[in-house]
Nanobody, 126 residues
Framework: QVQLVESGGGSAQAGGSLKLSCAASAASPYILSGCAMAWYRQAPGKERELVSRIGSAGTISNADSAKGRFTISRDKSKNTLYLQMNSLKTEDTAMYYC?????????????????WGQGTQVTVSS
């Protein structure tokens, strides 16, 4: 069993910064060690979309919208995932979700992740 809890969301002005955190807990401290983790977001009226992903070995994949502005990182010693967001835009406004442990068996997108947090709201104003 894995539990993910996001924090760090809030309001910011365009051009500002926010840092999101995802605290992970598990029945065994080794459950997450081999898992990829990712940040997704979902804005009103839109589908959930990938923001950034970091693999179990540290490889990073970013959505085009995040490149050059957002940085994902992971502190395995603290079981915490981070998303540093700089140069925020109004279109970054969304609920941001932490996800962990991608299933095998095909390209399932966000549905491939086994564990999810409840989300943290990010609102960017002009």
């Amino acid at each position: 069993q894995v539990q993910l809890v996001e924090s760090g969301g809030g309001s910011a002005q365009a051009g500002g910064s926010l840092k999101l955190s995802c605290a992970a807990s598990a029945a065994s401290p080794y459950i997450l060690s081999g898992c990829a983790m990712a940040w997704y977001r979902q804005a009103p009226g839109k589908e959930r979309e990938l923001v950034s992903r970091i693999g179990s070995a540290g490889t990073i994949s970013n959505a085009d919208s995040a490149k050059g502005r957002f940085t994902i990182s992971r502190d395995k010693s603290k079981n915490t995932l981070y998303l540093q967001m700089n140069s925020l835009k109004t279109e970054d406004t969304a609920m941001y979700y932490c996800a962990a442990c991608y299933s095998t068996g095909g390209d399932l997108g966000y549905m491939g992740y086994t564990y999810w947090g409840q989300g943290t709201q990010v609102t960017v104003s002009s």
